[in-house]
């Protein structure tokens, strides 16, 4: 069965430091890779896409994909306490069809 | 466009009661995705189509589970009868036709309980 392992956390950070948040997935074929946000009570909404190995920014969010290791992160940096949320990390299946989400990771970051 | 449109926002209902949600994707999207989710278990895929077609329902936890999609602006998700073990947060989402550059577009959801 196909799928995205994430630790669920809690992650706690400071107001202003470094979140790193990690996932790996299984299905070798897949290509393309999203962080999601959510909010208590809120639906998921994307903050970031990647589909290249490598590094890529938007704004204070970096997304990281290593397709050898399987291995996909996200980096928040100057983290604020709005950024307190659940990260879904998610990958496309080899088909294209069907996007398979982790359990997701609770961040709190402390003002 | 309003993006995806989930009614009811929410729904109180008694065991063994019929209930239906409902769910309007973006127009021009032709994948569909059902999710529940809970504390415990997290997202979790229930079923998704394809051009209105079900592709994989493996997801559907028990017969008790149904959904449709009888054209492309339309979905219902379906239990019958209600348990209390189905009360979660249920979303709908829908994705573009690009599969390989495309992200899924969830609704509000509809939160459900059954007493």
Not at chain 1, 90 to 110: H, M, N, P, S, Y
Not at chain 2, 100 to 113: I, N, V, Y
Request: with cysteine.
């Amino acid at each position: 069965q196909k799928e995205v392992e994430q630790n669920s956390g809690p992650l706690s950070v400071p107001e202003g430091a470094i979140a790193s948040l990690n996932c790996t997935y299984s299905d070798r074929g897949s290509q393309s890779f999203f962080w999601y946000r959510q909010y208590s009570g809120k639906s998921p909404e994307l903050i970031m896409s990647i589909y290249s190995n490598g590094d890529k920014e938007d704004g204070r969010f970096t997304a990281q994909l290593n397709k050898a290791s399987q291995y996909v992160s996200l980096l928040i940096r100057d983290s604020q306490p709005s950024d307190s949320a659940t990260y879904l990390c998610a990958a496309l299946d080899t088909g294209g069809f069907k996007t398979i989400f982790g359990a997701g990771t609770r961040l709190f970051v402390k003002a | 466009d309003a993006g995806v449109i989930q009614s009811p926002r929410h729904e109180v209902t008694e065991m063994g009661q019929e209930v239906t949600l409902r769910c309007k994707p973006i127009s021009g999207h032709n994948s569909l995705f059902w999710y529940r989710q809970t504390m415990m278990r997290g997202l979790e895929l229930l079923i998704y189509f394809n051009n209105n077609v079900p592709i994989d329902d493996s997801g559907m936890p028990e017969d008790r589970f149904s959904a449709k999609m009888p054209n492309a602006s339309f979905s219902t998700l379906k239990i019958q009868p209600s348990e209390p073990r189905d009360s979660a947060v249920y979303f709908c989402a829908s994705q573009g036709p690009l599969a390989s550059d495309t992200e899924a577009f969830f609704g509000q959801g509809t939160r459900l309980t059954v007493v």
